[in-house]
């Protein structure tokens, strides 16, 4: 069940009641405040929306194509650019409402030897503020 902080809320009768979610999605609750609306789609998964290995044969990885509204599911809150096997990571940002992920540069540019085993991963933000992102 999502948390009732979260959203105002508009009393319907005395079987329940409609709130707004973050997102702006209405979710309607019983007068248990059970909501079925409030899981699956609206639920926030953290995945990887792309991999890279970058070395010094390859070292640029365009980002471009992840720029611009859209391009996050529904409901994630942050970005970043890891990689995987030292878990270095290079880049941070948000998720806006319109689904775009903000400051995310143009391109990632390596300078080591070795292969670098890079991913954009997209994360959620719980209800205590921590981001939760896949696993490595």
């Known amino acids: 069940m999502a948390d009732k902080?979260?959203?105002?809320?508009?009393?319907?009768?005395a079987k329940g009641y409609i709130?707004?979610?973050k997102g702006?999605?209405?979710?309607?609750?019983?007068?248990?405040?059970?909501?079925?609306t409030c899981c699956g789609d609206d639920e926030c998964k953290p995945y990887?929306?792309?991999?890279?290995?970058t070395n010094s044969q390859n070292p640029v990885w365009d980002l471009t194509?992840?720029?611009?509204?859209?391009?996050?599911?529904?409901?994630?809150?942050h970005w970043r650019i890891i990689e995987t096997?030292?878990?270095?990571?290079?880049?941070?940002g948000t998720v806006n409402l319109e689904r775009e992920l903000v400051g995310l540069p143009d391109q990632f540019r390596t300078s080591y030897s070795y292969n670098g085993?890079?991913?954009?991963q997209i994360g959620c933000e719980d209800e205590n503020g921590n981001i939760e992102w896949p696993s490595l």
């Open 65 to 77: 194509p992840y720029q611009g509204p859209g391009i996050a599911k529904k409901n994630t809150t």
């Open 117 to 120: 085993y890079m991913e954009l």
């Open 5 to 13: 902080n979260d959203r105002g809320k508009i009393t319907l009768f």
């Open 24 to 36: 702006g999605t209405i979710a309607v609750y019983n007068k248990n405040g059970e909501c079925s």
């Open 85 to 92: 096997n030292y878990r270095l990571q290079y880049g941070f």
């Open 48 to 53: 990887v929306l792309a991999r890279k290995t």
């Open 19 to 21: 709130g707004v979610l």
